[in-house]
């Protein structure tokens, strides 16, 4: 009966590195969504998923961000070459419909740029 | 582009009076809203829903509000209980699960 998992829940990276983040969604969801809140901001929509395809990713920076999810294994969120400006948590939120639905969130994996 | 906006970052108010947290929006294609409460460290779960068709919807303590023609929506919980201190967020879709957020209202009620 697990909900949509995210880990690390904490990830510490020096400036220049990668980071990859990772959200299992529910059982039976199919769909996957990132949003990243900064600092005493909201929740900011990066990337909408299905099954091997990216249905939107208007959210996502042109630059050093990508996501997939593949047929098998979790969604992995990855940020190549990282600036302190990433310094952000990343939640990932799962539905199982498209549509107007309400999506099911992870507890996020807080990342942390030195 | 914020197409949902929480104006209020912040809220106080006294247990068992009611609380009033306000959401304003700018997409009139949005016909899906939803309040999500968030804790710290931990995700945002899910509250309460209204679709367009309707204006108030109402579970338990929480209702919400939708008025269209103001583009504007509100969460009224009473009464207030201290275990309702939390990050409040309004988001809106419009239809296609692209969900946006508002920047959230913290709630702090006080015994």
């Known amino acids: 009966n697990a909900g949509v998992m995210q880990n690390p829940r904490h990830l510490v990276r020096r400036r220049g590195q990668e980071a990859r983040l990772r959200c299992s969604p529910m059982k039976g969801h199919s769909h996957v969504y990132w949003y990243r809140q900064l600092p005493e901001e909201g929740l900011k929509f990066m990337v909408y998923l299905q099954k091997e395809n990216i249905i939107d990713e208007s959210g996502m920076p042109k630059e050093r961000f990508s996501a997939e999810f593949p047929k098998e294994g979790p969604s992995i969120l990855r940020i190549q070459q990282v600036v302190r400006g990433d310094s952000a948590a990343y939640f990932c939120?799962?539905?199982?419909?498209?549509?107007?639905?309400?999506?099911?969130f992870g507890s996020g994996t807080q990342l942390s740029v030195l | 582009d914020q197409q949902v906006k929480q104006n209020s970052p912040s809220l106080s108010v006294q247990e068992g009076r009611i609380s009033i947290l306000n959401c304003d929006y700018t997409?009139?294609?949005?016909?899906?809203f939803l309040w999500y409460k968030k804790y710290p460290a931990e995700g945002p779960t899910f509250l309460i829903s209204?679709?367009?068709?309707?204006d108030k919807n109402e579970d338990g303590r929480f209702t919400v509000f939708l008025n269209k023609s103001a583009k504007h929506l509100s969460l009224h919980i009473v009464p207030s209980q201290p275990g309702d201190s939390a990050v409040y967020f309004c988001a809106a879709s419009a239809g296609n699960n692209d969900m946006r957020f508002g920047a959230g209202t913290r709630l702090t009620v006080k015994p």
């Open positions: 997409n009139s294609m949005f016909d899906y």
């Open positions: 939120a799962s539905s199982r419909d498209r549509g107007n639905e309400k999506l099911f």
């Open positions: 209204i679709s367009s068709i309707k």
